[in-house]
């Protein structure tokens, strides 16, 4: 089977304590397996990866107030979901905002209604989880925003 390509975005969301804010999310054709993601999504025709993660923030957490930053990482990542292969190239953009309380919306779309909560974790969790996390290499990112700043140039993860 060909993979189908896509362009997306994701989002590091950090709130005033340093900590992101990741998805928890699970695929109907793998039952039992779930993870961990940071809020994100496809890029729509036409629509920079800047639009589309204020669009996506807002359509699976409902926050549109944020402060945003800059470009911090991007990667290719393959994986399967309802049984299609997709071959994925991603963006990461940073954001900040100064709510703690978020929640999942219920949008009705098939890719939202496989979100299941929300979570703001700390690097130290990051780093010792068993639960499986997306992107690999999230924890190292977060940390070095935290301690450095953002990256001069966007890394690749």
């Known amino acids: ?30 039952p039992g397996v779930d993870w961990w ?4 999504g ?3 025709p036409g ?13 699976e957490i409902g926050l549109t ?5 800059p470009l911090v990482a991007y990667g290719t990542v393959e ?6 292969d997709y071959e994925q190239e ?3 953009h940073l954001a900040r905002t100064g709510r703690g309380e978020v929640a999942l919306r219920q949008s009705g779309a098939d890719e939202h209604a496989l979100l299941l909560a ?15 996390v997306y992107p690999r290499g999230l924890a190292a990112l977060v940390e070095q925003v935290l301690t450095e700043g953002p990256p001069e140039l966007p890394v690749r993860l």
């Not at 629509?47 to 359509?59: D, N």
Request: charged residues 30%; without cysteine.
């Open 1 to 30: 089977m060909v993979a189908e390509r896509r362009r997306a975005v994701r989002v590091l969301l950090m709130d005033p304590d340093g900590r992101i804010l990741l998805l928890h999310g699970t695929d109907p054709a793998t």
């Open 37 to 40: 993601i940071t809020p994100g």
């Open 42 to 44: 496809g890029i729509e």
């Open 47 to 59: 629509e920079s990866p800047a639009e589309a993660a204020r669009r996506e923030l807002g359509e």
């Open 65 to 69: 107030e944020v402060e945003w930053g």
């Open 79 to 84: 994986f399967s979901f309802r049984g299609r």
């Open 90 to 92: 991603q963006w990461f």
């Open 118 to 132: 929300v979570r703001w974790w700390t690097v130290g969790e990051l780093r010792t989880t068993e639960e499986t």
